[in-house]
């Protein structure tokens, strides 16, 4: 099974692999660090990183492509002068772009 390094020297430890139509954060979240928050792709036919991509870029919302060992991911920063505020346009923007894509969704 890949290994995925962790922030900040901590030991690696086993790639999830996607098991939800929703993005996936790899590590587990108690495992992050602070600055910037690595998603698996969904695993959703519909999905596709390139327009997803596109269209949060065209709304002013920028994540990064990011290859974390042999997982399909993007990344997400939380450095600089960012707000609350920030990031509700930012999950907004991805649920809107989400739908426009036809990917499923959480109700809750």
Known sequence: MPLLSTCFGSPPIPLPQPTTPYPTPI???NLHCSIIFSYAFPNDPKFSFK???ERLNER???IY???VTAAD???IGSIGQ???DDMRALLAGI???A???GMKLPTS
């Open 27 to 29: 590590p587990p979240l």
């Open 51 to 53: 327009e997803f991509y």
């Open 60 to 62: 002013g919302l920028v």
């Open 65 to 67: 492509p990011g290859k």
């Open 73 to 75: 991911c993007f990344r």
């Open 82 to 84: 960012l707000y609350p």
């Open 95 to 97: 649920r809107d772009v």
């Open 99 to 101: 739908g426009e894509l």
